[in-house]
Structures are given as structure tokens and as C-alpha cells.
């Protein structure tokens, strides 16, 4: 589903990535990891179209990311580590997420209550003000909801409490089958009974690459 060749990303003198080459398949539930600054997020990023490549190409569903952005983040569902800053209500986004990407709103709402975030009596608030967990969750309940194929999550549980990453890692291992889950992660015992595949980074190269 994703072949990434030869991949380069310099920015002004630092080499980001350095010759990544991966092949990610349908199936594969990846922990990516690594230490800050390894590469990770640029590796996503370039997944997703954000960066133009120095080298190297990326494919996703035998597209280009940048090209055709539209139609490969059709088949995406990403959780960036940090929320982006929407000002709009929840009632908003959700409403804006539905027309946009097809979503259902019913299965929105499903995975938040599964996730113990109350949209309901939340409506009218701006995403924005939510706590970070609140705005974790949803994020969640979202990239649940729309049954994408690849779905990217860059640190899903750093502002989660115990009993919210618990319940996220059993919806994901419910939902995962036949997709491409690729989880960035720091903790990886939290992670090593759904993934089967680990891949280290290290200063722009990947490192290890091991099916478990
Ligand atoms: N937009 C950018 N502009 C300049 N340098 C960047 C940019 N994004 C990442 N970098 C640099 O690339 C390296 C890898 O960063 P990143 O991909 O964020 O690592 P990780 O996600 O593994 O912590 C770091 O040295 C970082 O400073
Ligand atoms: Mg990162």
C-alpha cells in the first residue's frame, strides 16, 4: 500500500531521512521508533504529501502523495501528535468532517462514547479549548470512524490516561484487520501485542526492520 524508495529529506544542513526505503503492506500493524529527532514525523509527513522529497519517491495506493493529495488522504486516517488548533465547535468539526469525508456521524459518536468523551454535552465548545485528552479522544473517535484502509498515528496515547490508552488499544485491535496501522511510539510494550512489525529509526535512516 505505501513503497517508499530511496527516500531523502534535507532541511537547510540537516539530513532528515537518508535513503529510506519501505515497503508497507496491507495487514501490517508497524511500531515506528526511534529517538527524537530520528525522523519519524518527516517520514509521516512524507506519507502524506507534506514535503516535497530532496530524493527518492513515495507511493500510496500507487499514487503520488503530493500529486494526488486529495484522493491518497481519501484513504488515510492520521492523529498528529500534537491537535491541530480548530476553532471550530465540536458540533462544527464533526458536522464538517461528515460533508468532507463522507463519515458517518453516528459511528463519530459511537466511538466517542466508546472512548468516554461526552460530544453531547460538549457541542457548542470550541475544540480548541478542550483539554488535550478530550481533543486526543476525539481525534480518535474520528480516525475510527472512517474506516480508512491506512491509518497513522503519530504518539496516539501521550496525552491519555491509563484507563484511555487501555481503551484505545481495544478498539484498534478490533478495527485493525485489513488495514495499514502504523503507530509512532515511545512505549513500546504498550503497543507489542497488536503490532507485527517493528521498525527503528536513528538519525534519518531506518535501522532495524523485524516482523514479530
Ligand atoms: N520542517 C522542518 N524544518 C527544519 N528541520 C526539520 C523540520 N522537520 C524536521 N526537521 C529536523 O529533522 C530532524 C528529524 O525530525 P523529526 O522527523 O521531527 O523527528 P522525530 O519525529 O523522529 O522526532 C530533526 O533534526 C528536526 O530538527
Ligand atoms: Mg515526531
Partial sequence: MIKIKNLSKKFDKTLSLDNVSLELVKGDAI?????????????IRS???YY?????????????PIKARTEVLKHVSFVPQLPPPIKLSLGELIYYVCQSSGVEEARIYHYATQMK????ANLHKSFFKLSGGMKQ???IAISL???????????????LDPKAR????????ESQKEKLTLFVTHRIEEVESIVNREIYMDMGKVVSDERC
Fill in 117 to 120: 468523551l461526552d460530544v453531547k
Fill in 52 to 64: 516535497h522529497p530532496s530524493s527518492g519517491s513515495v507511493e500510496v495506493k500507487g499514487l503520488d
Fill in 166 to 173: 487501555d481503551d484505545f488499544y481495544a478498539l484498534i485491535q
Fill in 31 to 43: 511500531a515506528l521508533m526511534g529517538a527524537n529527532g530520528a525522523g519519524k514525523t518527516t517520514l
Fill in 137 to 139: 479522544k476525539l481525534l
Fill in 145 to 159: 470512524a472512517k474506516e480508512s484502509e491506512i491509518v497513522i498515528y503519530d504518539e496516539p496515547t501521550a496525552n
Fill in 47 to 49: 506519507i502524506l504529501g
